[in-house]
C-alpha cells in the first residue's frame, strides 16, 4: 500500500467486526487496551489506540488517539512466564460499516476528549463507552453483559494486572 493510499484505505475500508485487545504495558504492571475494527473476510483492520498524550504539560493526561492501518485483524500476544495475555474481547457488529462511519461515531460523540487519570489509567473505560456507542447507534446488540462477564473471567484470571472495578475517567 502507497502512504498516498493510506486516508482512503482508513476511511472506506468495510468492518463487521470489533476487538478490545489488551497489550501488556512496558513495565507488566497492567494491560493497555485498544480497539481493533476488522473485515472478518480480508482479516484488514484499524486499531484505535487511546493513550496519554504526554503533549500538553498542563494536562499530561488528555487523551490522544492513534489510528493505524493493519494487515491483521488484531495483535495476538504469546505471553511468557511472568504474564499471560489478556484474551481479546470480540464483538461482531449488527451489519458491515466503514471506518469512516465508526470514526465519525466515535468523534461525533466525544470520544475523542477523554482524560486519563493521574496514573495515565482508563483505557479499557474508554473501549467500553466505544462498545456501548455502538450498541446504542443498534450497530452491535446484547453487549453490555457479555462484556461485563468477559472482565469479571478476565480479572479472576490475569488478578491485578486486570484492576475492577474498572478504572473510570472523564470526558472533558
Known amino acids: ?41 480480508t482479516n484488514a483492520s484499524v486499531r484505535f489506540d ?3 498524550s504526554a503533549t ?20 495476538t500476544l504469546v505471553g511468557d512466564e511472568d504474564w ?4 481479546p474481547y470480540i464483538l461482531k457488529l ?7 462511519e465508526i470514526s465519525s461515531a466515535i468523534f461525533e ?8 487519570n493521574v496514573l495515565g489509567q482508563g483505557c479499557r473505560h474508554w473501549c467500553a463507552n466505544i462498545i456501548h456507542d455502538l450498541e446504542v447507534l443498534g450497530w452491535a446488540k446484547d453487549i453490555e453483559q457479555s462484556f461485563e462477564d468477559w472482565e469479571a473471567e478476565s480479572s479472576k484470571l490475569l488478578g491485578p494486572r486486570f484492576p475492577m ?8
Open 1 to 41: 500500500m502507497k502512504s498516498d493510499d493510506a486516508p482512503a484505505v482508513l476511511t472506506d475500508l468495510k468492518v463487521d467486526t470489533v476487538a478490545v485487545v489488551g497489550e501488556i504495558n512496558a513495565d507488566r504492571t497492567l494491560y493497555h487496551f485498544t480497539l481493533s475494527f476488522f473485515n472478518s473476510s
Open 50 to 52: 487511546m493513550h496519554p
Open 56 to 75: 500538553d504539560l498542563n494536562d499530561m493526561f488528555r487523551g490522544i488517539i492513534v489510528v493505524e492501518y493493519l494487515s491483521y485483524p488484531f495483535t
Open 84 to 87: 499471560k495475555p489478556a484474551a
Open 94 to 100: 449488527s451489519s458491515t460499516y466503514t471506518i469512516g
Open 109 to 116: 460523540k466525544g470520544r475523542d476528549r477523554y482524560r486519563f
Open 165 to 172: 472495578p474498572r478504572i473510570t475517567c472523564v470526558y472533558y
